[in-house]
């Protein structure tokens, strides 16, 4: 069972910056595609980037798009999210997702594994 530990957010003023990161255990040879999505309160959880197993193919939702860079080290099995630019509606739990498929995705359930999530929190 593959274990994804999110850490790095918190409270930020608006157009303030932020970095995300998610490191995996055990069975890390079965993750390929990775993904952070998130949840605002009263609202779905929704896709917000995601990156293929070489990082060589990337997607952004729209709405963090030129904000948000998604990265990964596949050395330190570590997969980051860069968010620039805030604002107070990025505000949300911050998930990272696995896939077993190398192939990127930006639907929810074609994830495997999930982590616990990180709060993060933009101040107007």
């Known amino acids: 069972q593959v274990q994804l530990v999110e850490s790095g957010g918190g409270l930020v003023q608006a157009g303030g910056s932020l970095r995300l990161a998610c490191v995996a255990s055990?069975?890390?040879?079965?993750?390929?595609?990775m993904g952070w999505f998130r949840q605002a309160p009263g609202k779905e959880r929704e896709f917000a980037a995601a990156?293929?197993?070489?990082?060589?193919?990337?997607y952004y939702a729209d709405s963090v798009k030129g904000r948000f860079t998604i990265s990964r080290d596949n050395a330190k099995n570590t997969v980051y999210l860069q968010m620039n630019s805030l604002k107070p509606q990025d505000t949300a739990v911050y998930y990272c997702a696995a896939r077993s498929s190398v192939v990127a995705t930006i639907m929810t359930n074609d994830y495997n594994w999930w982590g616990q999530g990180t709060q993060v929190t933009v101040s107007s």
């Open positions: 990156i293929s197993r070489t990082g060589v193919i990337t």
């Open positions: 055990s069975r890390t040879s079965s993750i390929g595609g």
